[in-house]
C-alpha cells in the first residue's frame, strides 16, 4: 500500500489527525451544550444541532484523510491489517491502536445516527451516543503518545485547551443544579478544566516525549531490504538494485549499472530520505569483484558529497541477503 514518499504526503497525514481531533472536541463541546437544555442568546438550538453535524461529518472526514495518507505513505511502517485492527501495528501500538478503536466506534454512532428515525428508540440512541465521550478520550490519548508533533508546544496548546474545555464543560453539566453556592458551581468546574489539561501536557512531556531520530544523517550504517533485477543482451546488460535502509534512519536506495564486459558503460545512483524526502544523487564508482556489493558517491543540495558502501551475501532469486549499507562523509 506504500505509493509515496512525498513530504506533501506526510504533512496531510499529520494535519488531518489534528483537525478531525478539534472538529470532534467542537462536537462534543457542542453535544454537552444541548443536553444542558440551557437556551444560548443569539444562538437557535436548531441552529447548535446543525453545527454539531457538521462537525461530526467534517470529523469523519478528516479521518479518512489521516488514515488514507498514512496508508500511503513508505515511511510509516503500515498496513492494511495494522489499520483496521487495534494493538497490532508495529509503531506504539497501545497509543496507534486506541486511535484506531477511536475511528471505527465513531463510523459505529454514524450508523446508529443514520437508523435513529426508523430502527432505535430514542432511548437506545441516547445511551449510544454517550459512546462520544469514548471516542473522544480515546483520540485524546492517541493524539498525546503518538505522531512527531505530540511534544511541540503548538500541539500541546490545543491538547491542553481541548482536555481543559471538555472536562470543565462535562463538569459544570454534572454539577449544575446540584451545587447551591454559585461561586462554587464555577469554580470547581474550571478547577478540574485545568487539573486535566496539566495532566495532559504533564503525559505528553514526560515518559511518553517523543524523541526524534537523527533524520538526514550524513553517516549511518543499516541493514537493507530489497532485490536485483538483471537484464542480458549480446553486448551489453542492465542492472538495477532496490531497496529500503530499515533501521534508525530511513532511505530508498537505487543503483543502475549499464555494462558491457569487463566494464561500465554507465551508472547512476540516488539515495531518497524518508520521511523528508531529500535526494543524494550520484553514480556508482566501483563493483565487486565477486558481483556481490558495490560503492557509490552521492551529493545532496547544500550538503557534502556522501560515500556510499552496499554489500550483501550471496543468495538464490533476486533478494538481497544479509544486505547492509553505510554512508560517510567524503572530505
Not at 196 to 201: N, P, S
Not at 225 to 254: D, F, K, N, Y
Not at 280 to 304: E, I, M, Y
Amino acid at each position: 500500500m506504500h505509493l509515496t514518499s512525498s513530504p506533501i504526503d506526510w504533512y496531510a497525514a499529520r494535519a488531518g489527525g489534528i483537525v478531525a481531533y478539534v472538529l470532534l472536541t467542537t462536537a462534543v463541546l457542542l453535544g454537552l451544550t444541548m443536553a444542558s437544555r440551557r437556551r444560548l442568546a443569539f444562538w437557535p438550538r436548531v441552529a447548535l444541532e446543525d453545527v454539531h453535524r457538521y462537525a461530526g461529518l467534517l470529523t469523519g472526514t478528516f479521518i479518512a484523510i489521516h488514515v488514507v495518507t498514512i496508508a500511503i505513505d513508505s515511511y510509516l511502517p503500515f498496513s492494511l491489517t495494522s489499520l483496521v485492527v487495534p494493538f497490532v501495528a508495529a509503531y506504539r501500538a497501545l497509543w496507534t491502536g486506541l486511535g484506531i478503536v477511536a475511528a471505527e466506534l465513531l463510523i459505529a454512532l454514524a450508523v446508529t445516527n443514520r437508523l435513529r428515525a426508523k430502527r432505535i428508540s430514542q432511548r437506545a440512541w441516547r445511551r449510544a451516543h454517550y459512546l462520544n465521550f469514548v471516542v473522544w478520550a480515546a483520540a485524546t490519548v492517541h493524539g498525546l503518545g503518538s505522531g512527531t508533533d505530540r511534544s511541540t508546544p503548538w500541539l500541546l496548546a490545543i491538547e491542553a485547551v481541548a482536555v481543559g474545555a471538555v472536562v470543565a464543560v462535562t463538569g459544570w453539566r454534572v454539577l449544575r443544579g446540584r451545587v447551591r453556592r454559585p461561586r462554587l458551581a464555577v469554580a470547581a468546574p474550571l478547577g478540574l478544566g485545568l487539573g486535566a489539561a496539566a495532566a495532559a501536557v504533564a503525559f505528553a512531556t514526560g515518559p511518553e516525549r517523543f524523541h526524534p531520530k537523527p533524520w538526514n544523517a550524513q553517516r549511518f550504517s543499516e541493514r537493507l531490504v530489497g532485490e536485483i533485477q538483471r537484464q542480458s543482451g549480446r553486448t551489453r546488460g542492465l542492472v538495477s538494485m532496490t531497496g529500503t535502509a530499515t533501521g534508525a534512519q530511513r532511505a530508498l536506495v537505487r543503483a543502475d549499472l549499464l555494462i558491457a564486459p569487463r566494464r561500465l558503460l554507465s551508472t547512476a545512483f540516488q539515495m531518497e530520505y524518508l520521511p523528508s524526502a531529500l535526494l543524494c544523487r550520484g553514480n556508482v564508482t566501483h563493483v565487486d569483484s565477486d558481483g556481490l556489493g558495490f560503492q557509490a558517491h552521492c551529493r545532496t543540495r547544500r550538503g557534502p558529497t556522501l560515500g556510499v558502501t552496499a554489500r550483501w551475501q550471496d543468495g538464490q532469486g533476486s533478494t538481497l541477503v544479509g544486505a547492509m549499507i553505510s554512508v560517510r562523509p567524503i572530505r
